[in-house]
């Protein structure tokens, strides 16, 4: 299978051209997807926690803005949200040591943050893989799920506060779920609060 590179690892600075908003989402995808082909296993993907179910569409634009530093700037941000999926195997290592290799092959800083393994032979492995334009991934992987955090680089583009504007416009026209619509019950799956994936 052909992984496509992360290339372009040049970062951003204060003064030289920043990244628009429909850029960096698109860096965003590329690199969750490039992720999800180094892992080997390109199906059954979900954006956000697995308990949500939402199938991973990289044209879905379900992403946050956390504020980031590596321009300079107090206004920059980032792209960045998670996909998850059922673990590959009982023991995360070999998908752990997989994209450790991948990453530091594109580039990235890789540090291993946490490789516990409870009494009862449970395991979580936390790996962050960091490149100098401010791209950031993580990788929590247990004996029952895998989720990659994904972070695009930072940029100050005007567009990017013009584009959360009409998000949350957009959210506030949306008809809400009247109260007498049933919630979905936490009971309805298995997974437990310690399968959700919410990222680093």
Request: include cysteine.
């Amino acid at each position: 299978m052909s992984v496509p590179a992360l290339s372009d690892p040049a970062p951003q600075r204060p003064g030289t051209p920043q990244k628009t908003i429909t850029e960096l989402l698109t860096q965003w995808a590329d690199l969750t997807n490039a992720a999800i082909d180094a892992t080997g296993v390109t199906d059954g993907w979900y954006r956000g926690p697995l308990l949500n179910k939402n199938p991973w569409d990289p044209t879905v634009e379900d992403v946050g803005l956390p504020p980031c530093g590596t321009v300079g700037s107090k206004t920059a941000h980032q792209v960045s949200n998670s996909v998850t999926h059922v673990a590959f195997q009982a023991d995360p290592h070999p998908i752990a040591d997989k994209l450790t290799a991948y990453w530091e092959s594109q580039g990235f800083t890789v540090v291993r943050t946490v490789d516990w393994t409870s009494p009862v032979g449970d395991m979580d492995i936390s790996i962050r893989a960091t490149r100098s334009d401010g791209v950031v991934y993580g990788l929590r992987a247990t004996s029952k799920i895998v989720g990659i955090d994904v972070s695009s680089e930072c940029s100050t583009h005007p567009s990017i506060h013009t584009w959360a504007e009409k998000r949350v416009e957009d959210r506030w026209k949306s008809p809400q779920p009247t109260p007498s619509e049933p919630s979905p019950s936490p009971a309805a799956d298995a997974v437990t609060d310690d399968d959700r994936f919410w990222g680093f």
